[in-house]
Every structure is written in C-alpha cells, then in structure tokens.
C-alpha cells in the first residue's frame, strides 16, 4: 500500500509504537528490514524515556535500539537510513532538551555508526531530532553540527508554527 501510493519515507521505532504497541527491537528490525527491501527509506526513531535519562542511561539506551535495529542493515543500505533522535520524556511533555543535550546524543550515536560502519557512512547519514521541535528551539537545534534536520510532530499542524520551523534561521552554535 506504501508503495503504491509513493511513499519515499517510512518511521520506524517511533516512540508512541514503541510504548503504545509494545513495539520491540526485534520486530523494529524487520520492519527497517522491510522498508529497506521494498526501496523505501527507514526513518529509525530512537530515544530514551524520562527514568532513563535521569539515570544517564541516555547513550547506551540509544546504542542498543541502534545495533538491534539496524541488525543486519550494511554500509551501502545506511545511505537510505535517516536516524531520529527523539528524547521520549521531550515530547509533549512541556519538557525541552537543551540544544547541548541534543548535540552530545548526536555526537553520540554518530561515533556510534563510524565504531559499527565506518566514516563514510557517519558522514552521510543523515540524523534529525525530534523531540518536541518549536520555533523557539528550531535555530540553536540547527546550529549544532551533528543535527541534519527536525521530525517534526505536532507543531507541523499549526501552520505558522510549521512555517518558522522550515524556514528557520541558522543561529550560532553553543
């Protein structure tokens, strides 16, 4: 069905399907596995819920959801693999992670793809944030150097909120 309507981009391990339907690793890797096979792109959602980024759990928590999802994935199919970070205990909750927050996870689980992949693909792969993204955060979000991009979840249904976001202005990093 994806396919005939041309869908070029499919989540995968989102976090409301990973709490909701009980989703588990091994069945966020088939679904990768598939998208991948069916020449769409996976957009892999991973992130830690508010109890383990209290205990600093944060990094090893991503780690894990990334070797378990992307089992089996090579060098060549990750040029199709787009990695969201999304905090679980930032969305919707009122709560924000700073962009330094942000930035350490990306830095992170892009050491993570040269330590499991190499460096071509820790270049190439292309990772958003996606924890609760407003106009507010948008232009320091996108200063930081290992944030390619936002998901975009409930700001994308007010448009003026939307618009800024797209259109938003590359602050100075921190």
Request: aromatic letters at 8%.
């Amino acid at each position: 069905m994806l396919m005939d309507m041309d869908c070029e981009y499919v989540l995968c391990g989102h976090s409301e399907r990973r709490v909701v339907f009980h989703e588990e690793e091994d069945y966020i890797n088939k679904k990768v596995r598939t998208v991948l096979d069916h020449n769409m792109k996976p957009i892999l959602c991973i992130g830690e819920s508010q109890f383990e980024y209290e205990k600093k759990l944060n990094k090893q928590v991503c780690a894990m959801q990334l070797a378990k999802d992307l089992d089996g994935v090579t060098a060549e199919e990750m040029k199709n693999v787009v990695i969201a970070y999304e905090p679980v205990w930032a969305i919707g909750t009122g709560l924000v992670a700073t962009p330094e927050i942000a930035q350490d996870v990306h830095s992170f689980i892009r050491s993570w793809l040269v330590e499991n992949f190499n460096e071509k693909v820790a270049a190439e792969t292309r990772i958003q944030y996606g924890g609760s993204v407003t106009p507010e955060s948008v232009d320091e979000l996108m200063a930081c150097p290992d944030i390619d991009g936002c998901l975009v979840g409930g700001a994308s249904l007010i448009p003026e909120k939307f618009e800024r976001i797209v259109g938003f202005r590359k602050a100075v990093a921190a």
